[in-house]
Structure formats: C-alpha cells, structure tokens
C-alpha cells in the first residue's frame, strides 16, 4: 500500500515550494474558470472564449516584449479584444462567430510580429513555448494576491449578473421583456469571461486555456440538470483536472522520453477530454436506466 | 389558484367604467426603416377578458406586442399600461423558441426566474419560494414535469411552462406571441380552455396573437383585427364581417362562416388578388 | 522576390490562397469559423510530431487536421458542436505541446510552424500541394449543390446523409489546412478562410460570384502579404492577418455606403 502511495505520489510533491505555490494558483484559476465556463457553455461562447484565450498569446508576447508581468499583457488585450467583438456584433449567432473569427485573426497577426520582434530582439526564443503553452510550475508566489483578486473580480461579475444572465442565456426575448438590458448583461459577461481567460492563459497557456473554460463546465452540464449545481460540480471536475494534472507532471519527472518531465498542461487538457468523455457516458447510462 | 386578486389601481382617467381596464393603446403608429408598420392603433383591454390579436404574417403583430412591453417606442401615439411598475405588471410568452435539450434550467427554474430573474445577485433559496413555484406549475397543469429540462419538454408542454413563468410575478395583462403555432389541435385546445380560465379566475387581461382566428372564436371575449397596419376591434361578431374588414384590407374580402368556423377570403371584383396572404382557415397548416 | 526558393512560396501561397478562400466561402456559409480555426491549430501536433519520428511535415499535417475534422464530426452528433470542437483543438494542441517538449527541437521551428515561414518552402513540396489542390477544388466541385443546400438549409436532409456532408466538409477543412500550413502556418489559416469569405458575402449576393471573389481577395492577401513579408522580414502571418482584417473592414465600409 505504501508502496503504491509512493508510487502515484512521488515523494516531495507536497513538500516542493514551487508545487505548493503552483497547486495554490492553479487551484483559485480551476475554480473561477469552472464556475464562469458554465455559462460559456450554456450561452455558446465557447468560441468567444477559445478566441479571447488565443489573442492572450499577443498580449503575453507583447507585454514580454514591453517588460512588464505577462499577466497584465493576457488581460489588457483580452478585455479590449471582447469589447471589439462586442462591437461588431455578437448580438447574432452568425454576426457573432465571423467577428469573433476577423478579431480571432488580428489578434494572431498581432502575437507573431511580438514574438517575432521578441526572438529578434530579446533573443526570448525561450518565452514563447511559455506564454503558448503555459508553465504553472515558473510561476512566482508574488503573482497569488494578483490572481486571487482578479479572480473575485470575474467571480464577483458572474454572481452579481446571475440570475438577469441566466434568463438571458435561456431567452433573450423573455429577459427583455422583463426589462433586463441584455446588451448590457452579455458585455458584462464578457468582461468577467475576459478576465477569466486571462487567468487561465497564466497557468495552462494562451492556447489550452479554452479546455479549463469549457470541458469542466461542458462535462458538468451533462451530469445536473440544476443550474447551480452544474456550476459548483464544473468548479469541482476543473480543480480535480488541475491538481491531477499537476502530480502526474511531477511523477513524469522520470518517465521517457527525455526524463525532464511532460509539461503539465498536456496532463489537463488530457484529463478534462477524459472527464467530459465520461460524463457524456455515464448521462446516456442514466438516460437509458431511467 | 395561488394568485390573489390583483388589487386594482385605477388609471389617471378615473371614472368607475374604465378601473379595470388593464391596457390603453391612443393612435399608436409605428415607422420602421420608413416603412408604416402600425398606423393609429387604438384600443383597450380590460381585465378578466381574452382578446384575440388576429392578422396574418407582416400584418404587425409582434411589433404591437414589443410597443405594449415597451422595448420599442412607437413614433406617435401613448401606450398607458394600468398599475404602478407597468413593466412588471406585463407578462410576456414569446414565440416558441428552440431550446438546447442540455440547458440546464428545469421547468422550476425557469419559473423561479420569473419571479424576480432580473433582479441582480442569487436567489436565496426557500422552502416558501419552493413551494410557490410548485404550485404556479400545478395550476397552469406542469407540474409532471416540474423537475425536467425546459429543453427536453415537447412544445405544449414548454408553452405551459412559460406561462407559468410569465404569471407567477403577478401580472395584470398577459401577452402571448402565437402560442398555438406548432401545437397540435388537441394541445392546442387545452392551451386555449387554460388560458381563458387564467383571464376569468385570475382577473387579467390575456391577449393572444394568433394568425387564425379559429381556434380561439369559442373563448374569445374581443378581437384585434390587424391588417395592413390598422386594427379594428371590438366583439368577435361585430369585427369578423365583410363590410367592416373589407375597410380594414382596403379591397374586398368576402367573410364565410361555415358551422363554428369561419372564413376570411378575398372577394370577387375590385383588386383582390387572390395570392394575397389573408387566407384563414383552420386546416391550412 | 520572384528568383530561385522565392518562386516555390509564390506557388504553393497561390494554390493554398485560391483553395482556402473557395473553402472559406462555405466556412461563412455554414458558421464554422471555429472549426475552421481549430482544425489548422491543431494540426499543429501532427507537424511536431511528424518531427519527432522523423516523418515528412506534411503527412504529420495531413493525419492530425483529418483526425481532428473526425473527432469534432463523430463528438459533435452526440453535444454541442462548439464545445466538441473545443475540445478536440485543446486536445490536439495539448499532444503537441507535449511532442515540442520531447523533441529538442528549438521554439523557431515552433514559430514557424504556428506562424509560417514562406521562405522555407522547397520546390519538392509543390507536387503535394498541385495534388491536394486539384483534390480540394474536385471535392468543392462535386459538393457544391449538396453543401450550398445545407448551409441555407440546415438539417433538411436525412440524419445519415447530413452527417456525410457536414464530415465532408470537415475534410475540405482538413485538406486545405494540410497544403496551407506551410505557407502561413496553422494559426493564421483560418483567417485566409474567414476574412475573404466574409467580405465577398458583404459585395455580392449570388452564391458562386462570390465563391469566385473570396479566392480572389485570398490570392490578393496571400500576394500582398508575401511581397510585404519579404521586403520588411517581419512574418508573413502578420501580414495575412492585417491584410484580411483590412478587406472585411472595406467591405463593410462598402456594403454600408451602397445602403445594404
């Protein structure tokens, strides 16, 4: 028994400085990006978000390329680029996914010419598998207060619109005919999936950062049929994902091929894949027993 | 029912005759990218009644029911809705909407969203709002399916749902945009016989749009009339007649009652075309 | 600009942008733009991968934007298609950020691939691209009436038969992701399949004009993009992106001004 403790928790995992401080911030992410996804899903912004999370990779770069701490880059421009989309429709399903798809694109055009100028002139070739992939383990204790407050500003959104936003994602005629401002609603929405985004392009990189938003809460959604359920069982099935991810990196440490370790966010997204591939199992089983 | 009698405010006109009278509309015109949509509109609803609003597809229907919930403001005329938070006092059905079978919003929570789903923050929950909501859904006949996705639930069950929804925060006029469209006649009946019993036994006005007028001419106390942008109402019998919709289209229409039914065509001569979209008839569909 | 390796990139570019825009035009048609996003990203998995075996860049390519047009396909029936792609992209992406950390390989070679490098394109690499081109262009030929009719229409069709249309259409996806990947690398693709599309939807209403005008805009981009590439060294992607955003930009100004 010990043996195989010993063997699924190599020894050290949770006396390691860094792994405490990764678990910590990796963990406080999970939960916001769990919790906000839900309604990512529910709304159909999946896209909105996976976009949102790709043009961090240009702030990231950028704010590289600037000096300052890669988080204000992810979420300067993620904020700015949901305040574009939200201008140029995404009123209408269709308006909504070629305008995410046009700013989508200029925020990539944007990312290569930074990494571009940051390989040419920084000689950074070592920051970009960082900002693309992320690298929870690098990350400084310094950044815990920024990450938690940020988090409670995205969460606090969310709870505050819950209900206008809830019968907004079910109908946006029945919201407007109660007098909610549903423009108003999505773009706050939007603002607080920006930031989420952000944050998660912090830990598990600017392009896996969608699996975190949108699996855990895609997986919930098939197991409840309560909304604030699905919310806090997303929350549990992100934090799982990530702090599992997180001890098979550091089991990984000695596996093939290179016996470096395989980098964390593989393990993630891996595991939140195998999470919703298993929720939508174990919901036909129920379906066809019930 | 669980509804109490909505205590009656009277309109700033006062006077005994009109205290119930829920909904006022005063030469309402509507322009829409320069085209006439509704042209002096005028009528009013009183509550315990249901009034048809009747006119084929294009003929103003939906814009009339977003000027009376206030999302569009009409280029002349008032729209005086009785009580003191007319927003509130309006609920309001859409058309059916497609829903996502994994929504995960049960028929009890869309209700509970209708008590006060725009209002900022969570719901505390309560044994007392549980309860509300349960019975709101046994009195509009839901209540099998209280605790089903409103995504799985068949198009006349969601339609009941949605009333629900729409009556529980107490309003004193309800507006339906095409409830019977997609329902089948059986469903479409009970839909029917429930919400005339919703207008006599909770005392509120209920208007129904409907492109085809038959299937509410046993229950409905008024009519609207809608036709190239203009209204005519008043009792069924006094409004479904030749000569006064024959004004109402601008050419001839001819009006054939055939037992309980009745039949809206164009007439012989004049211009009518007989293409024109005004064909009623509870078998077109 | 137009001597010796420079002659190779202007061909593949052009085959790719001419391909890519036509496919595009079904890409706005059907609101796939996130699939036609994720499908190159992806892909670019099955380049590092193909690198860490040893195996040519292009079948690597090839395999991954398949696979992954099946997954979001097969995934899709069952949930919501936005999420299934999602997932499938992060997936894939996750898989090759794993092979980047096995291969030794430097993060140019990264950059290159996530965001193209014209000037690396070999003569040997046309033949491929010819072949997949004609193939893509044959597919879009055949399909034509059958696609255009489910993208106005959805779901008219037959279960069965709508689900080989939509997976046919995800391998059009696929093989222009394949042949282009090296032009403008997987990130900036889907632009070169969005931005064109979506402008010559604003200019014309009649369906194969406007097939023809999207792959002119994507061949104009791709040229515009390859000649400022060279001249300031900065990356092509760059430049395909600005380039397409600018043509969606005027042709809405356009569509407005003509009172659309």
Redesign the interface.
């Known amino acids: 028994m010990q043996a195989l403790l010993h063997a699924i928790v190599e020894p050290g995992f949770f006396a390691d400085g860094a792994v405490q401080i990764a678990a910590t911030l990796g963990g406080v992410v999970a939960v916001v990006a769990g919790l906000i996804g839900v309604f990512t899903v529910i709304r159909s912004q999946a896209f909105a978000g996976h976009a949102l999370s790709d043009i961090g990779s240009a702030g990231g770069s950028s704010a590289y390329l600037a000096g300052v701490a890669p988080l204000w880059g992810f979420v300067g421009i993620s904020v700015l680029a949901a305040a574009a989309m939200e201008q140029i429709g995404v009123q209408r399903a269709r308006g909504r996914d070629v305008a995410t798809g046009i700013v989508l694109g200029v925020g990539f055009a944007l990312a290569s010419l930074f990494l571009y100028l940051g390989m040419t002139y920084h000689n950074s070739s070592g920051e970009i598998p960082t900002i693309l992939f992320g690298s929870v383990f690098t990350l400084s204790a310094a950044n815990l207060p920024l990450v938690i407050g940020l988090g409670a500003v995205a969460l606090l959104t969310t709870l505050t619109l819950y209900r206008p936003l809830l019968l907004a994602s079910v109908s946006p005629e029945l919201a407007a005919a109660r007098g909610v401002h549903v423009r108003v609603v999505g773009a706050a929405y939007l603002f607080a999936l920006a930031i989420t985004v952000a944050l998660c392009d912090l830990t598990i990189g600017a392009i896996l950062s969608t699996a975190l938003l949108v699996g855990p809460a895609a997986a919930a959604l098939r197991l409840t049929d309560r909304p604030h359920r699905a919310a806090l069982l997303a929350a549990g099935i992100s934090l799982a994902c990530t702090w599992l991810g997180l001890l098979l990196a550091w089991d990984s440490f000695y596996w093939p091929p290179l016996r470096h370790g395989w980098p964390v966010s593989f393990f993630i997204v891996t595991l939140v894949l195998a999470a919703y591939l298993a929720a939508g199992a174990l919901a036909r089983g129920q379906t066809k027993r019930g | 029912m669980e509804l109490a009698q909505p205590p009656t405010a009277p309109l700033s006109d006062g006077g005994a005759a009109t205290t119930d009278r829920v909904l006022q509309l005063a030469g309402v015109t509507v322009d829409l990218g320069g085209r006439r949509i509704l042209d002096d509109v005028s009528f009013s609803l009183r509550a315990g009644e249901l009034t048809g609003l009747i006119g084929s597809n294009g003929a103003g229907k939906t814009t009339l029911l977003r000027v009376i919930?206030?999302?569009l403001a009409p280029t002349r005329g008032a729209v005086t809705v009785a009580g003191p938070d007319p927003?509130?006092s309006?609920g309001?059905v859409?058309q059916k909407?497609m829903?996502?079978p994994?929504?995960?919003?049960?028929a009890r929570?869309?209700v509970a969203?209708g008590i006060?789903?725009?209002?900022?923050?969570?719901?505390r929950p309560s044994r007392e709002r549980r309860e509300r909501v349960t019975r709101m859904l046994d009195a509009v006949g839901a209540g099998r399916f209280a605790?089903?996705?409103?995504g799985r639930l068949s198009g006349g069950e969601q339609q009941r749902v949605?009333i629900a929804?729409a009556l529980i925060s107490h309003p004193r006029l309800l507006l339906l945009d095409e409830p019977l469209a997609n329902l089948d006649l059986r469903s479409a009946r009970e839909a029917v016989d429930l919400l005339a019993r919703i207008a006599r036994e909770q005392r509120i006005a209920v208007m129904i749009s409907a492109h085809e007028m038959n299937a509410l001419l046993p229950v409905m106390d008024r009519v609207v009339y809608l036709a190239e942008g203009r209204a005519a109402c008043g009792p069924a019998d006094e409004v479904v007649r030749a000569d006064v919709l024959s004004r109402l289209y601008g050419h001839r229409v001819e009006v054939i009652r055939a037992g309980e039914r009745v039949l809206v065509v164009a007439g012989e001569g004049d211009d009518a075309e007989p293409s024109h979209p005004h064909h009623h008839d509870s078998e077109e569909r | 600009m137009f001597s010796g390796f420079m002659v190779n990139a202007w061909i593949v570019a052009s085959l790719a942008a001419v391909v890519g825009g036509a496919v595009g035009f079904f890409v706005v048609m059907r609101g796939a733009s996130f699939v036609a996003h994720a499908i190159p990203n992806g892909s670019f998995a099955g380049a590092a991968g193909a690198a860490l075996v040893g195996a040519s860049t292009l079948a690597g390519l090839g395999v991954f934007s398949v696979g992954g047009a099946l997954g979001i396909g097969l995934l899709g029936r069952r949930s919501r298609r936005d999420v299934a792609t999602a997932l499938t992209l992060v997936f894939m992406l996750g898989l090759g950020a794993l092979f980047l950390s096995f291969s030794a390989e430097n993060s140019e070679a990264a950059y290159s691939l996530l965001f193209g490098e014209v000037l690396g394109i070999s003569s040997n690499e046309i033949g491929p691209t010819l072949v997949l081109s004609a193939l893509g262009l044959l597919m879009l030929g055949l399909l034509w009436r059958p696609l255009l009719l489910d993208s106005v229409l959805p779901g008219r069709a037959p279960g069965r038969r709508t689900l080989a249309i939509e997976l046919a259409f995800l391998l059009l996806v696929a093989i222009t992701t394949t042949m282009t990947v090296p032009v403008v690398g997987t990130t900036l693709i889907f632009t070169l399949m969005i931005a064109p599309a979506a402008s010559a939807r604003a200019l014309t209403a009649r369906p194969g004009l406007a097939l023809l005008l999207s792959a002119a805009i994507a061949l104009m981009t791709v040229w515009g993009a390859i000649a400022l590439s060279y001249t300031t060294n900065w990356p092509v992607g760059f430049f395909v992106g600005s380039l397409g955003a600018c043509a969606y930009a005027l042709s809405r100004v356009a569509h407005w001004s003509s009172g659309g």
Not at chain 2, 102 to 106: C, G, I
Not at chain 2, 147 to 150: L, N
């Open positions: 919930l206030g999302l927003r509130h309006v309001y859409p909407f829903l996502d994994d929504l995960p919003v049960r929570d869309l969203l006060d789903g725009h209002h900022l923050g969570v719901a605790d089903t996705r409103v949605l929804h």
